[in-house]
Structures are given as structure tokens and as C-alpha cells.
């Protein structure tokens, strides 16, 4: 099973597996694993998604560059049908998911395994964790996102010098570049994804999603477009459901029950 999917309280485990190839992301690992969202985006009863690696070396090492090779040995158009439009689908489709999506980044997170980290919302990494951006190595940019994402989160030049150099940097560096939220000690990622996604989940899914929506759209717009995006999905709040229980439980000094209406 190439991707391996637990449900634990609501929230979606799903853990790349291939750990006896640093699970690399292959085109099959790729597009099972965007089926695997397309179908718990329209599961009421999964509210968030943990992603992680199997084993104790790798989250991902990136790329399955055999695979690549092929496809690049192809010529430019097969290369970039094959390898980069599918992966920035897939960080794509990470980064603008309507239901929160944790990295638990457990060992390597290099190439594309770093770019998958840049896109979700959130992440969690080990203190063992290892991040790098080799793709300079190869002779050629990220693929999936990195060149766009990494300075949005990073810093122009503090994401140059890592694309440029390739060089690993450590998980208390991805903490200080805003690549991940948290680092915990070895062998207590997975708990603690598990313990941020439930301080989430715990709010109104409507709300989350708005808000998710509004941050990544946000990002990418002027100050003046992004809150106009905010006063969108507060409108769309206002009818529901889940807004009228927020405001009845402040009023009444008790827990709010949200129904996802």
C-alpha cells in the first residue's frame, strides 16, 4: 500500500509508504495520494489530515529521480507533463485544501518532501528532522512549488541561500524560516500533530475552512483584495448555523456544538 490511511477522531493519518526508498514521491505515490483527498474532502466525519512518512529515516526524500530521469531522458514536454505539473498539482491541492493538513515531519524532508511542507498548512517536526532544497545538485530548480513558496515563507535572500547551496539545514532552522510551527522531540511528531489537530477541530468547520481560504488567497493579493476576500467569508458565515451557536455560546458562558451548517 503506497499510502497508508488510519482514521483517529476524525482527523486522517495518511503516511507515505515507501521507506525503503526514503519515501520519494513516485507518479503512482502522487496520484494516489491526490484521490485520497479528492474523497475526504466530502467526508463530514474528517475534519483534519496528519500527513507523515513510514518508518524512522524519512517524511520524503522528494522526487523519485529514476523515475524522473526517464521522463526527462523524454524530452522537456514529457518531463514537465510527467514530473512538474504533477507535483505542482499535488502542492497545489495541499496548499489550498479546505480542511487543515499537518506535517509530521519525521527524519529527511528534502526536495519535494520540503515542498510538501511549505505547502500544507501547518507543521510538526521531529527534532531529528533534516531539510534541504538539492535540486541545485542535479543541475536544476524545485519543482513543486519551492522557488515560489520557500521565499514567501523564508525571505527572498534567506530562501536563496538555501535553493543556491542546496546545503541541509536543521529542524530548529525550518522553525526560525517559518517552515514548521513546532519542533518536539524525537519520536513525539505524530502526538503532536494529533494534539494540534484536535485544539482545531474542536471549531466550527465552516470557519476553518474560511479562514483557510481567506489566508491562501489572501497571501497572493493586494492588502486591499485580501480583505475583501475576508469580509466574503465572513458573509458566508453569517447564515449559517455554526455562527449563530458561536454567538449563543459567548452569550451564555457555554461550550459551543457545531453542526458544519
Avoid at 526536495?111 to 521531529?126: F, N, R, Y
Avoid at 466574503?232 to 455562527?243: C, K
Wanted: hydrophobic residues 45%; neutral net charge; charged residues 25%.
Amino acid at each position: 500500500m503506497i499510502i497508508q490511511e488510519t482514521i483517529e477522531d476524525g482527523i486522517a493519518i495518511l503516511t507515505l509508504n515507501r521507506p525503503e526508498r526514503l519515501n520519494a514521491v513516485n507518479y503512482e505515490m502522487a496520484d494516489r495520494l491526490m484521490e485520497i483527498l479528492d474523497r475526504i474532502e466530502i467526508e463530514d466525519g474528517i475534519r483534519a489530515i496528519i500527513l507523515t512518512g513510514a518508518g524512522e529515516r524519512a517524511f520524503s526524500a522528494g522526487g523519485d529521480i529514476h523515475q524522473f530521469s526517464t521522463s526527462v531522458k523524454a524530452g522537456g514536454n514529457r518531463a514537465v507533463r510527467d514530473f512538474v505539473r504533477r507535483g505542482q498539482t499535488l502542492t497545489g491541492r495541499l496548499e489550498g485544501y479546505p480542511k487543515p493538513i499537518i506535517a509530521a515531519v519525521n527524519g529527511l524532508a528534502y526536495g519535494g518532501g520540503c515542498e510538501i511542507t511549505e505547502a500544507v498548512h501547518l507543521a510538526v517536526a521531529g527534532e531529528d528532522a533534516l531539510f534541504a532544497k538539492p535540486e541545485i545538485k542535479l543541475g536544476m530548480p524545485p519543482t513543486f512549488g519551492g522557488t515560489q513558496r520557500l521565499p514567501r515563507l523564508a525571505g527572498r535572500k534567506r530562501a536563496l541561500e538555501l535553493l543556491l547551496t542546496g546545503e541541509p539545514f536543521p529542524a530548529r532552522r525550518a522553525l526560525e524560516l517559518g517552515l514548521v510551527n513546532m519542533v518536539v522531540p524525537k519520536g513525539e511528531t505524530l502526538a503532536a500533530a494529533k494534539d494540534l489537530a484536535r485544539r482545531i477541530i474542536r471549531h466550527s468547520p465552516l470557519a476553518i475552512a474560511n479562514i483557510l481560504t481567506a489566508v491562501t488567497r489572501g497571501l497572493n493579493a493586494s492588502i486591499g483584495e485580501g480583505l475583501l476576500i475576508e469580509s466574503e467569508q465572513f458573509a458566508r458565515m453569517v447564515p449559517t448555523l455554526d455562527l449563530a451557536e458561536g454567538l449563543d455560546a459567548w452569550i451564555e458562558k457555554r461550550d459551543p456544538q457545531y453542526v458544519g451548517r
